[in-house]
């Protein structure tokens, strides 16, 4: 199953107080985007590479990745504007949307979506919550969700592409902002989203305590 990966990349990371794209930072010689994108390079059902960057850094991510996959889009002001700026260059039928800082993803788990998505139009990576959630209101607790039914969201996120594309697109005509692009699908698309279990090392990396 052939399909393009988008990598968001177009932020600018402030909580990790670097002072520049954390994506830029290096551990052990090796800068952290490409470590992100070495597994989507790797894999031969992976046509191309969407990496949705901003302007002042495209120069920067093109210095240093050096791989014939890759393209680049421009951001916009949010993720979600990013990301729609990077599926409207989208040449596959299938597309992963990826965030840029999490460079531990698994061959094993891109090759669990590429499997569901022979089957589903649309499914992302969980795993389960290990606290007790709370849904607070003003200030206190309002209730308690059963924890065995709460799970956290990674990337990637995996969809047709044209029906993702639609979802923005009526995203952005209702103003809609969604947390993530499951989100989006949930509300516009006309089939549900398959969950598949991911793995905890999965990790974005967020934080100076990250890094």
């Known amino acids: 199953m052939k399909y393009t990966t988008i990598i968001v990349a177009a932020g600018k990371g402030t909580r990790t107080n670097l002072g520049y794209n954390k994506l830029f930072y290096e551990k052990h010689g090796e800068p952290l985007i490409t470590k992100t994108l070495s597994p989507f390079i790797q894999d031969p059902d992976c046509i191309e590479i969407i990496m949705v960057v901003s302007l002042d850094d495209k120069s920067t991510f093109e210095r240093i990745i050096h791989s014939d996959k890759v393209i680049y889009a421009i951001g916009g002001q949010t993720r979600q504007e990013s990301v729609y700026n990077g599926l409207k260059v989208v040449q596959s039928e299938y597309v992963m949307i990826h965030d840029g800082a999490r460079p531990f993803l698994k061959k094993e788990q891109i090759t669990a979506l590429k499997q569901t998505l022979q089957e589903d139009d649309a499914c992302l990576l969980v795993v389960p ?44 005509n209702e103003g809609f902002f969604a947390s993530d692009d499951a989100q989006l699908f949930e509300r516009y698309g006309k089939t549900r989203v398959k969950a598949v279990v991911g793995d905890y090392g999965n990790k974005k990396i967020t934080t100076k305590e990250d890094l």
């Open 129 to 172: 919550v290990v606290d007790t959630i709370k849904i607070v209101e003003d200030g206190y607790v309002k209730e308690s969700p059963l924890r065995s039914q709460c799970y956290s969201a990674q990337t990637p996120q995996c969809f047709k592409t044209g029906l993702i594309l639609e979802c923005h697109k009526k995203g952005q």
